[in-house]
């Protein structure tokens, strides 16, 4: 008499995230991102949402600085002479800058004009040349990054050597050099992006050289390669969507790099001039009154310090929620050191 052994079904282990996003290589995933999980491991990091929310503020200031200034009742070009006292020097009438109702953050030594007004025109140059700037740089260093991985071995060292005299350049003399040659009449700020963008995009390029690299030994692109696939195909369908991840980590850590890079040119008097504003140029010429109206000089200096720092802290919490495992590497060397 044989006895019946039921065998117990095998135990389900946990199942997989399903906004998790798949790693780079995988078949399955192709290096997609998946959204939910990213959305959540953002707002995961308190730090991350509020320098999200400062940022999104700063943008809205930047888009709608018209009708903020409107609203207000001033411009950035009219000029108010009886609110400065000539007699010492052009130092506004009042306190803390000449702050009122009709003045917010007061006026402008020498000028008269009104700062808040100043300072909201001045987020659009800032943050726009920043932004321009980013878009450019990745731009090329994308198509670049991706021409030297996908190409053959020729092409590789070619424009891998180009990426090095690029990042070797000494870019902030150029700049100057260039800045000052061209003619006046030429937009400064779309001159600020075009010189930033065209000498900052190689940090992009190397980094996605190096991650196409990576992904052209994976399965599902082996076999795009050996079914015959054009080589841009192959990179426009197969590999372009696995560098998401690192361009937008990479891209969001180069944007406070590009507002201060604004700023100090504006600041040497080679980037925007007035009467277009600019945090960076507001600076320059603030620097001679920061014992006359202090308040001229700590506004817009307070405001690049929170920008880059919210541009900074929004990076960081993109590139934790894009690579999840950075997190628990950072986490386990702190483990390591207390132990």
């Not at 995988?26 to 707002?43: D, E, Q």
């Not at 100057?176 to 963008?197: Q, T, W």
Request: net charge positive; proline share 7%.
């Amino acid at each position: 008499m044989s006895a019946t052994v039921s065998t117990p079904p095998p135990a389900s282990g946990p199942e997989p995230d399903a906004g998790a996003a798949a790693p780079a290589g995988s078949g399955g995933g192709r290096g997609r991102l998946g959204g939910r999980g990213v959305w959540r491991r953002f707002t995961s990091s308190r730090a991350a949402v509020v320098a999200a929310a400062v940022v999104g503020l700063l943008v809205l200031v930047a888009v709608f600085a018209p009708l903020l200034a409107a609203l207000e009742g001033q411009d950035p070009t009219t000029f108010h002479d009886a609110l400065i006292d000539s007699g010492r020097g052009g130092v506004p009438l009042g306190s803390f800058g000449g702050i009122s109702a009709d003045h917010w953050l007061g006026v402008e030594p020498t000028t008269g004009r009104d700062l808040f007004a100043r300072v909201v025109y001045g987020a659009r140059v800032s943050l726009g040349v920043a932004i321009g700037a980013t878009v450019l740089q990745v731009l090329i260093g994308v198509t670049v990054g991706l021409a030297a991985g996908v190409g053959g071995r020729l092409l590789d060292s070619l424009l891998g050597r180009f990426i090095d005299l690029i990042l070797a350049f000494p870019g902030l003399v150029f700049s100057i050099a260039l800045l000052a040659i061209v003619p006046s009449s030429f937009p400064r700020p779309v001159l600020l992006v075009v010189v930033l963008g065209v000498l900052g995009w190689a940090g992009v390029a190397r980094i996605v050289r190096g991650q196409t690299l990576t992904l052209r030994e994976t399965d599902y692109v082996a076999a795009a390669r050996l079914a015959g696939v054009h080589p841009v195909r192959v990179a426009r369908r197969e590999i372009l969507p696995g560098l998401a991840a690192p361009v937008l980590t990479y891209a969001a850590l180069l944007l406070p790099g590009n507002v201060v890079a604004e700023a100090a040119l504006s600041f040497l008097g080679i980037g925007v001039r007035p009467p277009t504003s600019s945090w960076g140029q507001m600076l320059s010429t603030a620097t001679t009154w920061f014992r006359g109206d202090p308040t001229y000089v700590l506004i817009p200096a307070a405001l690049l310090f929170v920008t880059v720092l919210a541009f900074t802290l929004a990076g960081d919490g993109l590139r934790t929620a894009l690579d999840p495992r950075a997190r628990a590497r950072v986490q386990g060397r702190g483990r390591g050191r207390a132990s």
